[in-house]
């Protein structure tokens, strides 16, 4: 069966400081990808989604940005982190018609 | 473009109350919706689904029917319990390369022993 996970679960982060969150997909082969980040007390934003490695496609201008390096992980990063990247990020993956999302990772930048 | 209106919240509900979050679209295209349920601190889970008209979504006593007629896909539940306490978000994706999601704005849900 498929899974998928992402780390770290919770991190703390001054501003300023770099960021990279992981997130793999086990079962699968060539999933489209994709980050989304829910800011506290909103909906969910599409950040980037991957088709496949190599290829980003970005959905909102920002200081984060995305990367592919293997078939099944998906990488976001930030190389200065602002109070405003605070937030819950969610990887997530495509299967047949159905997205399917990770466990989160809390990221609170101090 | 898609977009999903969804019910505002919060709802509160006192246990074994009916419960229905509304939930409506606009799509360019053919759409598969969605409802996700995420519980107090954790991500989204798959709650149902359907992808085509008519067709009923049901999933742990939750159902939703695909009403295109009225670009509708309500959230109905007969007994809620307490435990079903979370935020339910109404989404759609559209064939293509990318299958992005389109989210409503959530809906907190509370219920009350």
């Known amino acids: 069966s498929q899974t998928i996970h992402q780390w770290p679960a919770t991190l703390v982060q001054p501003v300023g400081s770099p960021l990279s969150l992981e997130c793999t997909v086990e079962g699968t082969s060539n999933p489209n990808l994709y980050w989304y980040r829910q800011a506290a007390g909103r909906g969910l934003q599409l950040l980037f989604y991957?088709?496949?490695?190599?290829?980003i496609s970005s959905e909102v201008p920002q200081n984060l940005s995305a990367s592919r390096p293997q078939d099944r992980q998906f990488i976001l990063s930030s190389k200065k982190l602002l109070l405003s990247d605070s937030g819950f990020y969610l990887c997530a993956w495509l299967s047949g018609n159905t997205i399917y999302f990770g466990e989160g990772s809390w990221l609170t930048v101090v | 473009g898609n977009s999903v209106t969804q019910m505002e919240g919060p709802v509160t509900l006192s246990e074994e109350a009916f419960l229905t979050i509304n939930c409506t679209y606009t799509a360019t295209g053919y759409p598969s919706l969605f409802w996700y349920v995420q519980y107090p601190g954790e991500g989204l889970q798959l709650l149902l689904k359907?992808?085509?008209?008519?067709d009923k979504g049901s999933n742990k006593g939750f159902e939703a029917t695909y009403r295109k007629e009225t670009t509708s896909f309500h959230l109905e539940k007969g007994s809620v319990q307490v435990s079903d306490s979370a935020v339910y978000f109404c989404a759609l994706t559209v064939s293509g390369s990318a299958r992005q999601l389109t989210f409503g704005s959530g809906t907190q849900l509370t219920v009350l022993p």
């Open positions: 359907a992808t085509k008209a008519d």
């Open positions: 991957s088709v496949g490695i190599g290829q």
